[in-house]
């Protein structure tokens, strides 16, 4: 750490378009940024403890940081061990979150690690705000949607979405790795561009024809397909497929293996079986690691101010050799979430609800999944619970100039974006 404290550097005071402190190295600087590191008021939460979350973990307690807490679902299975160092066999069947907090605090003394086995959605706003700095190694983009949505909400703004109160700016430090390639982000809410702002940048999930699954099969994913989606529901239509135990993987692994004999596919491993039926992509420990160290740094620079924060992306390929680039990532003005929660749509009067909600709300600018529509007078639709569900449901095929007049704005929610965060919308009859 006193390496980059005490030398100077051409970036330390650098200004550009993120918000920092001013640094001087030397002493005094040492001094205040081992105070933030290793004081009371340095509270760091790390969300998720798999792959990369294990190499979070470990960066932040040696490189100071003294108060951290963990969340994780997860429990530890046997396929974890070979890239998840903080576990062993013997905590195989434990929670991931409190066997990673006792191997930290064991291996770092003096570092004090809070677990927490859950769902970030099982926490409210005010547990996100006692934290200097929310750091994520979460596997899948619905979970940084919402914990994206839930730390712009906490920066305090006025009428015109400027942020009031800077203290209520929680940086948002995103990692994510996909087998040799990467990425390290930083999210200042309300300041740079946020997760929803650039929603585009993630693939659409790949999924296969049925028609091909069922009929022409042609590569392994196929057979794997067959059999998860078709096979299983007939061999046992009361019994869900549980993608962790290793003997529904089984079944499915050899029905796919006799199925690819039929049509001389070649290539239907075991691992490749339990890759296709989770969706999941290999993980690269070097990738973690690499991803990990960046990730790290930038929490670093945030807290110490010992370096010009990361504007705003990195990108990391270690496909054909070790390749990274940074780029800023504009904020979009309409973004619902750090943006103008407001929109207006222009749609025939004719136009029913379940075609308003499939055509602009589900689309690829708003990868709106579920959502729940409320006019100012009356429920429209709701997704859950069940019976509010049942009683609006028929309002789906109602035309919107029965349920609306021209001009009204209707409010969307959608789990997505958590309880901070609501698409008004207004609606234009052309």
Sequence with gaps: MDRLLLRSSPFGAETGALPIGEFEPGEEASARAWDALMGEDCKILVIGAGGLGCELLKDLALSGCRDITVIDVDTIDLSNLNRQFLFRMKDVGRPKAVVAAEFIE??????????????????????YSQFSVV??????????????SM???LAEIDDDGNVIDPDTIIPFVDGGTEG????ARVILPRHTSCFECSLDLFPPQRVFPMCTIADTPRLPEHCISYAHLLQWPQAFPDKKLDKDDPEHMKWIHERA?????????????????VGVVKNVIPAVASTNAVVSAAC???VVKLVTYAGHVLNTYLMYNGVTGVYGSTMALERRADCVVCGAPRRT????????????????????????RKPSVTHPSRVLFMQAPPALRAQTEPNLDL????????????TVTDPAWGQGTALGAVIKFS
């Design 345 to 368: 749509f222009r749609v025939p009067a004719a136009t029913t609800l379940r075609a308003f909600i499939a055509d602009h709300l589900g689309g690829a600018a708003l990868k709106i």
């Design 257 to 273: 293996q006799e199925r690819a004999e039929q049509h001389q596919i070649p290539d239907v491993t075991y691992m490749l079986t």
């Design 106 to 127: 064991k291996r770092v003394p003096g570092c004090k690690v809070a677990a927490h086995h859950a769902k970030i959605q099982d926490f409210d706003g005010e547990f």
């Design 180 to 183: 040799f390639k990467g990425h």
């Design 296 to 298: 790290a740094l930038e």
């Design 151 to 153: 730390l712009c909400s």
């Design 399 to 410: 035309p919107l100039s029965e349920l609306c007049a021209d001009g009204d704005e209707l």
């Design 135 to 148: 750091v994520s190694g979460l596997d899948n983009v619905e979970a940084r949607r919402w914990m994206n």
